[in-house]
């Protein structure tokens, strides 16, 4: 089955950029029908969808995070990456990347769901 | 932005059923997913289009959507279904959005 890891620095400064990268293995990152998501959960509280990107290089960010956010993919390495710029203490959070599932019904409502998750990986911002 | 509601606890005693509501303005009209997190692991896929089970999810989970509310049902709760719960959905303005959670105990 798929599987995807997350890896980066656990401890990114104030106002500097959060870096992380995904791994996916058993399965291609540009199989048609994937987004491929971050999503974060701050401690002891619920789950932010972060943003996703298409194999193809299209995105779609959580508006709340816009202008901060920028997402990459590299099919070659199966890998996609997040960046988050001018970090404070509330983007202390874990991250986990999934997998999304992505299709329309006969009336054209979009079925948006996460079959498979990482591990998640605490991402710390302090001095 | 649209927003999802969920109550933040549900009990249930061994072996009833627990019913966990997700409130969201016409919700009817967009397809609700489950998932469960335990403490300290990732969130695991239960119900996604409103009904379905992946494969390796038991029998005892459905889910329903209708009206304002999708509600997820474990029938013959087990204690190794105490877990938070959440639920989520497609907005073409919002995107993804997550309802808050809601943490079920089995006691």
């Known amino acids: 089955q798929v599987q995807l890891q997350e890896s980066g620095p656990g401890l990114v400064k104030p106002s500097q950029t959060l870096s992380l990268t995904c791994t996916v293995s058993s399965g291609s990152i540009d199989s048609g029908g994937y987004y491929w998501s971050w999503i974060r959960q701050h401690p002891g509280k619920g789950l932010e969808w972060i943003g996703y990107i298409y194999y193809s290089g299209r995105t779609y960010y959580n508006p709340s995070l816009k202008g901060r956010l920028i997402m990459s993919v590299d099919t070659s390495k199966n890998q996609f990456s997040l960046k988050l710029s001018s970090v404070t203490a509330a983007d202390t959070a874990v991250y986990f990347c999934?997998?999304?599932?992505?299709?329309?019904?006969?009336?054209?409502?979009?079925?948006?769901?996460?079959?498979?998750w990482g591990q998640g990986t605490l991402v710390t911002v302090s001095s | 932005s649209y927003e999802l509601t969920q109550p933040p606890s549900v009990s249930v005693s061994p072996g009833q059923t627990a019913s966990i509501t997700c409130f969201g303005d016409e919700l009817r009209n967009k397809y609700a997913s489950w998932y469960y997190q335990k403490p300290g692991q990732s969130p695991v896929l239960v119900i996604y289009e409103n009904t379905k089970r992946p494969s390796k999810i038991p029998e005892r989970f459905s889910a329903s959507n209708h009206g304002n509310t999708a509600t997820l049902t474990i029938s013959g709760t087990q204690t190794m279904d105490e877990a938070e719960y959440y639920c989520q959905a497609w907005d073409s303005s919002t995107y993804v959005v997550f309802g808050g959670g809601t943490k079920l105990t089995v006691l």
């Open positions: 999934t997998r999304g599932v992505h299709y329309s019904d006969t009336s054209a409502s979009i079925i948006y769901y996460f079959d498979y």
